[in-house]
């Protein structure tokens, strides 16, 4: 067992952990963040997607011990008690079926704008490839992610409306 520092949603904790442990583990066993999910446990599926400095990463394949940067996770998307716009195109387009993977595909989606904040229809495709959903809301996902990119986000909602599992 080691003591590792992990920065997440702006703070800092320590976990001692198996080195081995994968960040997924941690970030829902040991600090109880449930947004991010296991799926695959394979780095297949994106449903465990949370964002390293700013890049998409999957947390069920990589260690705990091995992560230095900034860590945000689908609870640290809002600011000021407000749903990050993605969470509140995401609403507005009524895009979650079973809900199961939808933090892998706003997760991958916050990462794709912040890396291109304008991106082409073909670029939000090519950036959301491989976060994979069994209910295929694709389609409404890229209207959601459109929404942002046009600015066409309806209403800005408090977070405690909606939860942070939005
Ligand atoms: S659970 Fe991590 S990619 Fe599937
Ligand atoms: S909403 Fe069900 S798996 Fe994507």
Redesign the pocket.
């Known amino acids: 067992m080691t003591i590792v520092t992990l920065r997440v949603n702006g703070a800092s904790h320590e976990v001692d952990i198996d080195p081995a442990t994968p960040l997924?583990y941690v970030l829902r066993n040991d600090l109880e963040l449930r947004g991010p999910?296991?799926?695959?446990?394979?780095?297949?599926?994106?449903?465990?997607?949370i964002i390293v400095d700013g890049a998409a990463v999957?947390?069920?394949?990589i260690p705990a011990s091995q992560v230095s940067g900034e860590i945000t996770t689908l609870e640290g998307l809002s600011t000021n008690g407000m749903l990050d716009p993605l969470q509140q195109a995401w609403i507005d387009e009524q895009v979650p079926q079973c809900g199961y993977c939808q933090n892998?595909q706003i997760m991958t989606a916050k990462a794709l704008l912040n890396q291109n904040p304008n991106p082409t229809d073909i670029e939000i495709r090519t950036g959301m490839e491989g976060a994979l959903c069994r209910c295929m809301t694709y389609y409404r996902i890229q209207a959601a992610i459109k929404r942002v990119v046009q600015g066409a986000v309806v209403s800005a909602t408090p977070e405690t409306d909606q939860g942070a599992d939005v």
């Open positions: 997924l999910r296991f799926g695959c446990g394979l780095g297949q599926c994106g449903v465990c997607t999957r947390s069920c394949t892998g």
